[in-house]
């Protein structure tokens, strides 16, 4: 089945620029939409954007013209540019995926409704 794995994250000043990166292992033959979320200490698991099969995207309104977040099919990853990164954006960063359809080298199918990794975290400094 697959996994899913956030690399990408660290320290960064306010101002500055990250990207993200959520790889996923298997082989699959489609994902239906991927997203980020975040979690800040003492706060909900928030979308922060989503884009689907077809490119279509969705954002937090907190990120809108800051956060761009983009899919590489052909390396099966999805990435999140964060620019003009403000301290209200610590959290650590889930990668999600919805609806993954994916084989093993034996032909067996499966299905994940959802599927999430294991977050990395990013600290915004001020």
């Known amino acids: 089945q697959v996994e899913l794995v956030e690399s990408g994250g660290g320290l960064v000043e306010a101002g500055g620029s990250l990207r993200l990166s959520c790889a996923a292992s298997g082989i699959i033959s489609s994902v239906e939409a991927m997203g980020w979320f975040r979690q800040a200490p003492g706060k909900e698991r928030e979308l922060v954007a989503s884009?689907?099969?077809?490119?279509?995207?969705n954002y937090a309104d907190s990120v809108k013209g800051r956060f761009t977040i983009s899919r590489d099919d052909a390396k099966n990853t999805v990435y999140l540019q964060m620019n003009v990164a403000r301290p209200e954006d610590t959290a650590v960063y889930y990668c999600n995926a919805k609806d993954v359809h994916s084989r093993n080298d034996f032909g067996d199918r499966y299905r994940q409704l959802e599927v999430w990794g294991r977050g990395t975290q990013v600290t915004v400094s001020a």
């Open positions: 884009i689907t099969t077809d490119g279509s995207t």
